[in-house]
């Protein structure tokens, strides 16, 4: 089994800062990316920042773009979302995601990190 945990999330207000962690742990396999996703009430959720482990690619949507950051370190399974200029729109659950090279889908899931930004 797979374990993921998130920490770093909070109250901030407008125009501040955060930094989200997701450790994983467990289950030892080849990784192809790690996501950070976020699901507001009533919405569907979303992707807000990919990271391909083995070449580094990152992907991010047009609305985070320019503000948030993913990266990791390897050595400490462990990747992070680096969240600046952060908007009331972005007050979400942000959970992370693990795709393994066998199947190259987010098959892993952490329980999620509450961010709240106040305006």
């Known amino acids: 089994q797979v374990q993921l945990v998130e920490s770093g999330g909070g109250l901030v207000q407008a125009g501040g800062s955060l930094r989200l962690s997701c450790a994983a742990s467990g289950r030892t396999f080849t990784t192809f990316a790690m996501g950070w996703f976020r699901q507001a009430p009533e919405k569907a959720r979303e992707l807000v920042a990919s990271?391909?482990?083995?070449?580094?690619?990152?992907y991010y949507p047009n609305a985070v773009k320019g503000r948030f950051t993913i990266s990791k370190d390897s050595a400490k399974n462990t990747v992070y979302l680096q969240m600046n200029s952060l908007k009331p729109e972005d007050t979400a659950t942000y959970y992370c995601?693990?795709?393994?090279?066998?199947?190259?889908?987010?098959?892993?899931w952490g329980q999620g990190t509450q961010v709240t930004v106040s305006s």
């Open positions: 995601a693990v795709a393994p090279s066998g199947t190259k889908r987010f098959d892993y």
């Open positions: 990271l391909g482990w083995s070449d580094g690619s990152t």
